[in-house]
C-alpha cells in the first residue's frame, strides 16, 4: 500500500466522493485507511457509570484504499504514485504527474 500516515487525500469514489482529509490511520492488512471527516458512521453507546455517557456518537470509519488517491504537495492535483531509488539508495514516494518526490 503506497498511502500512508498523516498524507493528504482525495476520496474518488463512494458516498464521500471529492472530499480531501489527512489520514490517520493505515489498516493494511484490511487494505483500509481512516479519514479525517470521511465516512462518517453513527455509532450507539451505552453509559457507562459517570464516566460514559450514553448516546448516538459520530465517528470516522475505514475506506477501502483503493477509493482514495494522494494529493500532491506540489501540484495539488490528485495523483498516482511511482517508487524511485535515490542516489543514496533511498526507496521514495514519486508523484507520476510532476514527478515530485514526495518522502
Known amino acids: 500500500m503506497k498511502i500512508k500516515k498523516d498524507d493528504n ?3 474518488i469514489a463512494g458516498k464521500d466522493r471529492g ?3 489527512k489520514v490517520r490511520l493505515v489498516y493494511t492488512a484490511k487494505n483500509r485507511v481512516l479519514v479525517d471527516g470521511v465516512n462518517m458512521a453513527k455509532k450507539h453507546s451505552k453509559a457507562r457509570g459517570q464516566v460514559k455517557q450514553a448516546g448516538i456518537i459520530e465517528r470516522e470509519a475505514p475506506i477501502e484504499a483503493s477509493n482514495v488517491m494522494l494529493l500532491c504537495s506540489k501540484c495539488g492535483k490528485p495523483s498516482r504514485l ?3 531509488r535515490l542516489a543514496d539508495g533511498k526507496k521514495v514516494r514519486v508523484c507520476k504527474s510532476c514527478g515530485e518526490v514526495i518522502d
Open 82 to 84: 511511482g517508487d524511485r
Open 19 to 21: 472530499k480531501t482529509g
Open 9 to 11: 487525500v482525495l476520496v
